[in-house]
């Protein structure tokens, strides 16, 4: 199969026909410096976005988010529900192929599902209630629930964590161990000969791909490559990325550093597009397996220690690109709310210092890891040090890149044997204002996301919410999660901040979405 993909990319660099119409190096190439150097290649290995955006590119998934946050038909044509609503029976849209050329069909479907639903959260939800996924034919196969669920659709159009389609043999790896095989059926292929971890990540137009004939719109619709190439380049110098845009050498910085915009501003040919209007959100997340966060008087502690503006400040500066918020779904949102967090991120070192004494904090070193690579992350970790040992902890800051953050996060080691008790991070709004894909209150224990957290009662409240379907109620619900995160803290959310792309100006039609994609990107 491997050998298909490399004739495939090889006919890619000569022209579709695979005649040597122009040399590679007359071919478009676009440039990017994204947030974060691609070190894992597994989607569902971890909720890093950088893979996330990796899955993207060469794979397809069953459903997606539009531009509109509405959840669309992408691999899928159609669909019913039985009058019960318990057999959902999909069709697949007819010329689906994998990069190697064989056809994508439900045997490969199911099994992508299966090893989904075991890593990711909303899919575990899901398939507590499926009694069993099956293919019909080639093209249709059916999910039979054990009780109806309103989160089907949502499950599987989500923006993160989605059900990337794999070929069969790929898809019945193990979910605990991380594929070799990356043969996707997405509008890129991934040249892996070309894959150098800290230098580029590369990707050719995948020639065979049919899109969908709907208008582009956020994750859905028509994924048309319009250009030849997409290289990744890995650089974590900002001065020696705003260099490498301004003379052409690259083309586009995904998350540019808050104080050069205004420089960036003031060139002629660059411009700065904000495609994720949403905004993002900050989080502190604790791991609840050690002291001192294994104590939720420790814990509610640091909402009382912690004030968002002392870390939006630091991180981005500019009041323009961003704004506090004490709603746990973010502000101007159906579920927004402050209940349960109007005292708190107030910095209140009293209140703190008391919630310490009650937990029986013994100065336990809380291990707190900090990305140092990605500007709108690398300031955070010293304020969250600062105002822990305002409150009476002692903090113990280790500095690494986000790449290796994000390996050692998934390690449930003791803190002083490499483990960790914190760490900071940011998540885009479309995976936090709906309670069900808000990875963070998925309070499961073993299973649940780094930190895993247990909260029976949180777990009945989410359960609750998916199962209910009148609005008012399900409002309620969101609001009694957040007041139980309250008094027993999963993270803390540090605000809302906001960040433009920058690119040349030759450079046009990328996408409004909450995912940064390269499909219907042109090079002039």
């Not at 150098?196 to 619709?221: E, I, M, Q, W």
Request: hydrophobic share 40%; with cysteine; proline share 6%.
């Amino acid at each position: 199969m491997g050998n298909r993909i490399l004739a495939l990319v090889a006919a890619c660099a000569l022209g579709v026909s695979g005649a040597a119409t122009a040399p590679a190096w007359a071919q478009t190439t676009l440039r990017v410096v994204n947030h974060s150097d691609l070190k894992i290649l597994d989607p569902i290995w971890t909720t890093a976005y950088i893979v996330r955006n990796h899955g993207y590119m060469i794979y397809d998934t069953l459903f997606a988010t539009d531009g509109n946050l509405e959840i669309k038909p992408q691999m899928v044509d159609k669909w019913t529900t039985s009058d019960d609503k318990l057999t959902w029976t999909f069709t697949l849209r007819d010329g689906l192929e994998f990069h190697d050329g064989t056809p994508v069909t439900s045997d490969d479907v199911v099994p992508s599902l299966k090893r989904w639903s075991v890593r990711d959260p909303l899919g575990q939800m899901l398939f507590a209630k499926v009694a069993e996924v099956k293919a019909l034919d080639p093209r249709t196969f059916q999910i039979q629930l054990k009780a109806p669920t309103g989160i089907m659709l949502a499950a599987l159009g989500k923006p993160s964590g989605n059900a990337f389609i794999m070929p069969k043999r790929v898809a019945e790896t193990d979910p605990y161990k991380q594929i070799e095989d990356y043969t996707g059926s997405g509008p890129f292929i991934f040249v892996k000969e070309e894959w150098k971890p800290g230098d580029k990540t590369v990707y050719v137009k995948n020639p065979r791909y049919k899109p969908r004939s709907d208008p582009p719109s956020g994750l859905a619709g028509a994924k048309i490559a319009k250009v030849d190439r997409v290289e990744w380049v890995a650089m974590s110098d900002q001065q020696t990325m705003l260099g490498a845009l301004q003379k052409g050498e690259i083309d586009m910085i995904e998350l540019p550093q808050h104080d050069l915009l205004k420089v960036m501003e003031a060139d002629r040919n660059i411009k700065l597009v904000n495609i994720n209007k949403w905004g993002n959100q900050y989080i502190f997340r604790f791991n609840q397996l050690f002291k001192p966060f294994d104590n939720a008087k420790v814990r509610q502690a640091v909402l009382y220690a912690f004030n968002q503006k002392d870390f939006l400040d630091a991180a981005i500066g500019d009041p323009k690109y961003y704004k506090t918020c004490k709603a746990m779904f973010m502000c101007d949102t159906p579920f927004a709310s402050t209940k349960g967090f109007e005292d708190k991120f107030d910095s209140n070192f009293a209140k703190a210092k008391e919630l310490l004494k009650e937990g029986g904090y013994d100065g336990t070193p809380v291990v707190l890891m900090q990305s140092t690579d990605i500007s709108v992350l690398a300031n955070l970790a010293p304020v969250a040090k600062a105002l822990m040992e305002k409150a009476g902890m002692r903090v113990d800051l280790q500095s690494m890149d986000w790449q290796t953050l994000v390996s050692r996060r998934a390690r449930k080691d003791a803190p002083d044997k490499g483990g960790w008790n914190a760490f900071l991070t940011s998540s885009a709004s479309v995976d936090i204002v709906d309670p069900l894909v808000n990875t963070y209150i998925n309070a499961i224990g073993e299973n649940a996301w780094f930190g895993w957290p247990k909260d029976d009662e949180l777990m009945k409240l989410r359960t609750a919410f998916a199962d209910e379907t009148d609005p008012a109620k399900r409002k309620d619900l969101a609001v009694a999660m957040q007041v139980r995160v309250s008094e027993n803290p999963t993270h803390a959310f540090l605000g809302q901040w906001y960040a433009p792309v920058a690119m040349r100006k030759n450079i046009n039609g990328m996408l409004e979405s909450p995912v940064t994609i390269f499909w219907n990107i042109e090079k002039k």
